[in-house]
């Protein structure tokens, strides 16, 4: 008993453990090895090339790092960005390296506000569009059966078959939570082998 027991705990904390592993935020710096500057491969280097295939979301950190006079600040707009506006810009630091934790949905603005280094490119816009917390599947639910309709007492009234439900599966759209399901039959592999071991 105390084996089996034991034995469904480890299996348990492993089921902990993998699932939040799967689930972590993601850390990423900010254009690579090239790090924070206004000495770019292009004007648009942070926005259409660095952040091409990132999907960020919400407890992801930026790291800003740079060398020299430079510095992280953020407007609220995407005009204010396009034209390098600094009459409304938050000064996040001006000391490397500065990590930027994303706590909120949406467009986020950053800009070097240091000489011209934002017309240079200094200057990220990124798109946050959910959490890295997991959407709990719904469960889907069974239809209830139809009832059959009653005989017609009068010739002129008239019965309506009960419709059928709709049993097209539906597929998850892109920005949808990713799937845990080999996660899932690991963990179940995983106990089946420890209780094996037990017994």
Request: proline share 8%.
């Amino acid at each position: 008993m105390a084996k089996g027991l034991m034995g469904l705990i480890c299996c348990f904390v492993l089921t902990v453990v993998i699932f939040t592993e799967s689930v972590a935020a993601a850390n990423y710096t900010v254009g690579d090895s090239v790090g924070w500057t206004n000495i770019l491969p292009n004007s648009a280097y942070y926005s259409d090339t660095w952040d091409e295939n990132k999907n960020f979301m919400i407890g992801d950190q930026l790291t800003f790092n740079w060398t020299g006079a430079h510095n992280v600040a953020k407007v609220n707009t995407e005009a204010e960005y396009d034209q390098c506006s600094i009459a409304s810009a938050t000064v996040l630091s001006s000391t490397s390296p500065f990590v930027y934790t994303i706590n909120t949905t949406g467009k986020h603005y950053f800009i070097c506000t240091i000489g011209s280094h934002c017309q240079s490119g200094q200057k990220l816009n990124i798109d946050v569009d959910r959490s890295n917390t997991p959407t709990t599947p719904t469960t889907p639910t069974t239809p209830s059966t139809p009832t059959t309709p009653s005989t017609p007492t009068t010739p002129n009234t008239t019965t309506t078959s009960p419709t059928t439900p709709n049993t097209t599966p539906t597929t998850a759209s892109p920005n949808s939570s990713p799937s845990f399901a080999p996660f899932g039959t690991l963990s179940a592999v995983v106990c089946a082998l420890v209780l094996y071991s037990l017994m």
